[in-house]
T-cell receptor, first 114, second 111 residues
Framework: NAGVTQTPKFQVLKTGQSMTLQCAQD?????MSWYRQDPGMGLRLIHY???????DQGEVPNGYNVSRSTTEDFPLRLLSAAPSQTSVYFC?????????????FGSGTRLTVV | AQSVAQPEDQVNVAEGNPLTVKCTYS??????LFWYVQYPNRGLQFLLKYITGDNLVKGSYGFEAEFNKSQTSFHLKKPSALVSDSALYFCAGGATNKLIFGTGTLLAVQP
Protein backbone atom coordinates (compact mmCIF):
# COMPACT_ATOMS: atom_id res chain seq x y z
CA ASN A 1 0.00 0.00 0.00
CA ALA A 2 2.70 2.49 -1.04
CA GLY A 3 0.29 5.04 -2.55
CA VAL A 4 2.23 7.81 -4.32
CA THR A 5 6.02 7.59 -4.17
CA GLN A 6 8.25 10.53 -5.03
CA THR A 7 12.01 10.53 -5.44
CA PRO A 8 14.29 12.15 -4.51
CA LYS A 9 13.14 13.80 -1.27
CA PHE A 10 15.76 16.55 -1.48
CA GLN A 11 17.82 17.93 -4.35
CA VAL A 12 20.19 20.82 -4.89
CA LEU A 13 20.84 21.91 -8.47
CA LYS A 14 23.02 24.53 -10.05
CA THR A 15 21.42 27.01 -12.40
CA GLY A 16 21.19 25.51 -15.88
CA GLN A 17 21.30 21.89 -14.79
CA SER A 18 18.54 19.49 -15.73
CA MET A 19 16.92 16.78 -13.68
CA THR A 20 13.88 14.53 -13.46
CA LEU A 21 11.61 14.25 -10.44
CA GLN A 22 10.12 10.79 -10.28
CA CYS A 23 6.54 9.94 -9.31
CA ALA A 24 4.93 6.52 -9.20
CA GLN A 25 1.55 5.35 -7.91
CA ASP A 26 0.30 1.82 -7.37
CA UNK A 27 -3.43 2.53 -7.08
CA UNK A 28 -4.23 2.30 -10.81
CA UNK A 29 -5.31 5.95 -10.78
CA UNK A 30 -6.09 7.52 -14.13
CA UNK A 31 -5.38 11.10 -13.17
CA MET A 32 -1.99 12.36 -12.04
CA SER A 33 -0.67 15.85 -11.52
CA TRP A 34 2.31 17.88 -10.38
CA TYR A 35 2.02 20.84 -8.03
CA ARG A 36 4.54 23.24 -6.62
CA GLN A 37 4.16 24.71 -3.16
CA ASP A 38 5.54 28.14 -2.38
CA PRO A 39 5.04 30.18 0.80
CA GLY A 40 1.90 32.31 0.67
CA MET A 41 0.87 30.91 -2.70
CA GLY A 42 -0.57 27.55 -1.81
CA LEU A 43 -0.35 24.79 -4.39
CA ARG A 44 -0.13 25.65 -8.06
CA LEU A 45 -0.72 23.13 -10.81
CA ILE A 46 2.21 22.58 -13.18
CA HIS A 47 1.08 19.74 -15.45
CA TYR A 48 -1.46 16.98 -15.31
CA UNK A 49 -2.36 13.76 -17.09
CA UNK A 50 -5.76 12.13 -17.54
CA UNK A 51 -4.27 8.80 -18.61
CA UNK A 52 -1.31 7.11 -20.24
CA UNK A 53 -0.17 9.04 -23.29
CA UNK A 54 -2.19 12.17 -22.44
CA UNK A 55 -0.76 15.22 -20.71
CA ASP A 56 -1.74 18.88 -20.47
CA GLN A 57 -0.52 22.13 -18.95
CA GLY A 58 -1.61 23.59 -15.66
CA GLU A 59 -1.28 27.19 -14.52
CA VAL A 60 2.55 27.33 -14.22
CA PRO A 61 3.99 24.98 -16.89
CA ASN A 62 6.93 27.04 -18.15
CA GLY A 63 10.30 25.37 -17.62
CA TYR A 64 8.82 21.93 -17.01
CA ASN A 65 8.07 18.92 -19.20
CA VAL A 66 6.13 15.77 -18.44
CA SER A 67 5.31 12.47 -20.08
CA ARG A 68 3.03 9.59 -19.17
CA SER A 69 4.10 6.37 -20.85
CA THR A 70 2.46 4.12 -18.23
CA THR A 71 -0.47 4.46 -15.84
CA GLU A 72 1.91 4.19 -12.86
CA ASP A 73 4.60 6.76 -13.66
CA PHE A 74 4.49 10.50 -14.22
CA PRO A 75 7.97 12.08 -14.19
CA LEU A 76 8.54 15.83 -14.14
CA ARG A 77 11.56 17.19 -16.02
CA LEU A 78 13.31 20.46 -15.40
CA LEU A 79 15.12 21.27 -18.61
CA SER A 80 17.36 24.11 -17.40
CA ALA A 81 16.91 24.85 -13.72
CA ALA A 82 16.46 28.43 -12.55
CA PRO A 83 16.44 29.86 -8.99
CA SER A 84 12.73 30.65 -9.47
CA GLN A 85 12.12 26.90 -9.54
CA THR A 86 13.26 26.54 -5.94
CA SER A 87 10.18 25.04 -4.35
CA VAL A 88 8.59 21.95 -2.88
CA TYR A 89 7.09 19.72 -5.55
CA PHE A 90 4.19 17.38 -4.95
CA CYS A 91 2.89 14.64 -7.16
CA UNK A 92 -0.74 13.66 -6.65
CA UNK A 93 -3.09 11.12 -8.16
CA UNK A 94 -6.80 10.43 -8.10
CA UNK A 95 -9.12 7.72 -9.32
CA UNK A 96 -10.84 9.66 -12.09
CA UNK A 97 -10.98 12.96 -13.91
CA UNK A 98 -13.69 14.43 -11.73
CA UNK A 99 -12.65 16.76 -8.93
CA UNK A 100 -15.01 14.90 -6.62
CA UNK A 101 -12.50 12.05 -6.23
CA UNK A 102 -9.92 14.09 -4.36
CA UNK A 103 -6.19 13.52 -4.40
CA UNK A 104 -3.65 11.21 -2.81
CA PHE A 105 -0.37 13.09 -2.43
CA GLY A 106 3.24 11.99 -2.39
CA SER A 107 5.56 13.16 0.37
CA GLY A 108 7.19 15.81 -1.79
CA THR A 109 10.57 16.76 -3.27
CA ARG A 110 12.31 19.82 -1.84
CA LEU A 111 14.32 21.40 -4.65
CA THR A 112 16.86 24.17 -4.25
CA VAL A 113 18.39 25.82 -7.32
CA VAL A 114 21.55 27.85 -6.61
CA ALA B 1 -12.91 32.10 -12.59
CA GLN B 2 -12.94 29.59 -9.76
CA SER B 3 -11.21 30.45 -6.51
CA VAL B 4 -10.77 29.25 -2.96
CA ALA B 5 -9.85 31.67 -0.21
CA GLN B 6 -8.45 31.08 3.25
CA PRO B 7 -8.55 34.53 4.83
CA GLU B 8 -6.31 33.74 7.81
CA ASP B 9 -2.63 32.97 7.40
CA GLN B 10 -2.48 31.73 10.98
CA VAL B 11 -4.92 30.70 13.68
CA ASN B 12 -3.85 30.46 17.30
CA VAL B 13 -5.88 28.53 19.83
CA ALA B 14 -5.31 27.12 23.30
CA GLU B 15 -5.42 23.37 23.81
CA GLY B 16 -8.91 22.24 24.78
CA ASN B 17 -10.62 25.21 23.13
CA PRO B 18 -12.72 24.89 19.98
CA LEU B 19 -11.04 25.78 16.71
CA THR B 20 -12.27 27.10 13.37
CA VAL B 21 -10.27 27.43 10.16
CA LYS B 22 -12.12 29.44 7.55
CA CYS B 23 -12.59 28.76 3.85
CA THR B 24 -14.74 30.44 1.25
CA TYR B 25 -15.14 29.42 -2.36
CA SER B 26 -16.24 30.71 -5.71
CA UNK B 27 -17.10 27.73 -7.87
CA UNK B 28 -19.68 27.58 -10.64
CA UNK B 29 -22.17 24.78 -10.32
CA UNK B 30 -22.29 22.31 -7.46
CA UNK B 31 -18.94 22.42 -5.67
CA UNK B 32 -16.79 19.59 -4.41
CA LEU B 33 -14.92 20.77 -1.31
CA PHE B 34 -12.01 19.25 0.56
CA TRP B 35 -9.80 19.83 3.57
CA TYR B 36 -6.23 18.57 3.66
CA VAL B 37 -3.64 18.76 6.45
CA GLN B 38 0.12 19.02 6.04
CA TYR B 39 2.51 18.22 8.85
CA PRO B 40 6.11 19.51 8.63
CA ASN B 41 8.12 17.95 5.81
CA ARG B 42 5.22 15.75 4.81
CA GLY B 43 2.75 15.58 1.94
CA LEU B 44 -0.87 16.64 2.19
CA GLN B 45 -3.22 14.22 3.91
CA PHE B 46 -6.95 14.03 3.25
CA LEU B 47 -9.17 15.10 6.16
CA LEU B 48 -12.70 15.28 4.79
CA LYS B 49 -14.79 16.18 1.78
CA TYR B 50 -18.18 17.48 0.79
CA ILE B 51 -19.67 16.10 -2.41
CA THR B 52 -23.43 16.24 -1.84
CA GLY B 53 -25.97 15.58 0.87
CA ASP B 54 -25.63 16.46 4.55
CA ASN B 55 -24.11 19.90 5.04
CA LEU B 56 -22.14 18.76 8.10
CA VAL B 57 -19.27 16.52 7.12
CA LYS B 58 -17.26 14.53 9.66
CA GLY B 59 -13.69 13.55 8.96
CA SER B 60 -10.49 12.21 10.46
CA TYR B 61 -9.06 13.08 13.89
CA GLY B 62 -12.34 14.56 15.17
CA PHE B 63 -12.53 17.31 12.56
CA GLU B 64 -15.74 18.36 10.87
CA ALA B 65 -16.74 20.98 8.34
CA GLU B 66 -20.00 22.69 7.50
CA PHE B 67 -21.00 23.42 3.93
CA ASN B 68 -22.92 26.70 3.74
CA LYS B 69 -24.19 27.39 0.26
CA SER B 70 -25.63 30.84 0.97
CA GLN B 71 -22.34 32.06 2.45
CA THR B 72 -20.20 29.99 0.03
CA SER B 73 -18.18 28.75 2.98
CA PHE B 74 -16.74 25.45 4.13
CA HIS B 75 -15.17 26.14 7.53
CA LEU B 76 -13.19 23.45 9.32
CA LYS B 77 -14.00 22.92 13.00
CA LYS B 78 -13.04 20.83 15.98
CA PRO B 79 -14.68 21.02 19.41
CA SER B 80 -11.49 20.61 21.42
CA ALA B 81 -8.06 21.37 19.95
CA LEU B 82 -4.97 19.26 20.63
CA VAL B 83 -1.34 20.37 20.44
CA SER B 84 -0.87 17.61 17.85
CA ASP B 85 -3.40 19.38 15.58
CA SER B 86 -0.76 22.05 14.92
CA ALA B 87 -0.14 21.92 11.16
CA LEU B 88 -0.83 23.65 7.85
CA TYR B 89 -4.40 23.24 6.61
CA PHE B 90 -5.50 23.58 3.01
CA CYS B 91 -8.99 23.98 1.66
CA ALA B 92 -9.63 22.92 -1.94
CA GLY B 93 -12.63 23.15 -4.22
CA GLY B 94 -13.76 22.41 -7.75
CA ALA B 95 -16.80 21.59 -9.84
CA THR B 96 -15.68 19.61 -12.84
CA ASN B 97 -12.17 18.22 -13.16
CA LYS B 98 -10.10 21.09 -11.79
CA LEU B 99 -9.35 21.37 -8.07
CA ILE B 100 -8.24 24.77 -6.76
CA PHE B 101 -6.30 25.03 -3.51
CA GLY B 102 -6.35 27.86 -1.01
CA THR B 103 -3.11 29.40 0.24
CA GLY B 104 -3.18 27.48 3.51
CA THR B 105 -3.75 28.36 7.17
CA LEU B 106 -1.20 27.55 9.83
CA LEU B 107 -2.90 26.28 12.95
CA ALA B 108 -0.91 26.70 16.15
CA VAL B 109 -2.31 25.08 19.27
CA GLN B 110 -0.69 26.25 22.50
CA PRO B 111 -0.48 23.89 25.48
Amino acid sequence: NAGVTQTPKFQVLKTGQSMTLQCAQDMNHEYMSWYRQDPGMGLRLIHYSVGAGITDQGEVPNGYNVSRSTTEDFPLRLLSAAPSQTSVYFCASRMGQGARYGYTFGSGTRLTVV
Amino acid sequence: AQSVAQPEDQVNVAEGNPLTVKCTYSVSGNPYLFWYVQYPNRGLQFLLKYITGDNLVKGSYGFEAEFNKSQTSFHLKKPSALVSDSALYFCAGGATNKLIFGTGTLLAVQP
